[in-house]
């Protein structure tokens, strides 16, 4: 990992529902965050294509790994996402989440979730709220 261990990586320990789906945490620091998942045949829908929930999600853990690198329990307060090119079964998915703005306790990151050659297959942005002690 090369660099320090921080909340995010507390917090992705306990994601149950990202690891079952094979995402892996690959960095998380100041403010950004890199995760990856292979497309499986369960994500597939009736198209032959990715089921953009997956992608979402994808994009979702990249967000909330960038958001919580700095410490405090930070969760979503809204997200959107734009779908630009189908991802099929078999392409390893890369989402690189990178923080605009923080300001107060809210927050905007955007995130690109491409192949790993590079091409993109979403753009997303989402809204975070810092709350105090655990989310709920």
């Not at 497309?39 to 909330?64: K, R």
Request: charged residues 25%.
């Amino acid at each position: 990992m090369g660099e320090a261990r921080n909340a995010a990586y507390d917090m992705f320990d306990a994601d149950a529902a990202s690891r079952s789906l094979g995402i892996e945490l690959v960095r998380a620091a100041d403010g950004t965050a890199e995760a990856r998942m292979r497309v499986t045949g369960a994500m597939v829908n009736g198209h032959a294509i990715a089921h953009g929930g997956y992608v979402f999600l994808l994009a979702d853990t990249a967000f909330a790994l960038a958001c919580n690198s700095h410490g405090p329990v930070t969760v979503a307060a809204g997200g959107e996402i734009t779908f630009v090119r189908p991802a099929r079964e078999g392409d390893l998915l890369v989402a690189r989440a990178t923080e605009r703005t923080r300001y107060g306790r809210s927050g905007i990151y955007d995130v690109t979730v491409s192949r790993e050659n590079g091409e993109v297959v979403a753009e997303f942005r989402g809204r975070s709220r810092t709350v105090n002690g655990q989310p709920g």
